[in-house]
């Protein structure tokens, strides 16, 4: 089995660890495709490792993750917190690997397949669904941009913020536990049915 460790230790709550660049005074995403790997820059850490066999590649970025066990769940024997390393890829079939992979809803997990084999297929339709009292599961051919309508990454799985109290936004940290966020009913307010105008929903303008 092929461990390949990070060039650097994951600090928590390090916003310039989560791949941000430093431009002017404030922070600006760095551009990466989905299962890109960061290359470190000045004030920045890697945050994914790779684990590998002949037939496929397994990515984990601890950026994205939230530990929801789906794919502890899925393959026991290969992915194990307890253990050290925690994902032993020549534990099960690459075909099992990748299956339980698709499902985990943050894209920490991603994988290559070098045998061969078709990679993820994204599927054609995106959908967003909300976790109970949780983040946004979003599926799909999906683009993240920041305010500007630049590329900040982009792949068929993400889990993203909807308490507003992610630290690492606009990704889910499970701040949403920290703050106990509820869901609001899905119900329409008396101001919103009775709305004549923008003006009437809210007199600010912009988001």
């Known amino acids: 089995m092929g461990y390949v460790p990070p060039e650097s230790p994951m600090p928590r709550g390090s916003s310039q660890g989560f791949g941000w660049h430093r431009m002017g005074a404030g922070f600006r995403p760095a551009p990466r495709r989905y299962g890109e790997p960061r290359t470190p820059g000045e004030g920045e850490l890697m945050v994914k490792r790779s684990y590998h066999t002949d037939e496929i590649v397994v990515h984990w970025d601890s950026e994205l993750c939230i530990h929801t066990a789906i794919c502890l769940n899925a393959l026991p024997n290969v992915f194990d917190v307890q253990a050290s390393p925690w994902i032993t890829v ?7 690997i990748a299956r339980a992979i698709e499902g985990c809803p943050t894209g920490a997990l991603t994988y290559e397949r070098t045998d061969g084999a078709p990679g993820e297929q994204t599927q054609a339709e995106t959908t967003v669904i909300p976790w109970p009292n949780g983040p946004l599961m979003v599926r799909g051919n999906v683009e993240i941009r920041d305010a500007t309508g630049e590329l900040f990454t982009a792949g068929p799985r993400f889990t993203l913020c909807r308490c507003g109290a992610s630290q690492n936004q606009p990704f889910c940290d499970l701040s949403h536990r920290r703050i106990q966020f509820h869901n ?19 007199p600010r303008i912009g988001p």
């Open 90 to 96: 020549e534990a099960d079939s690459a075909e099992e």
């Open 184 to 202: 609001n009913p899905r119900v329409v307010s008396a101001d919103r049915e009775t709305a004549q105008s923008p003006q009437d929903i809210d």
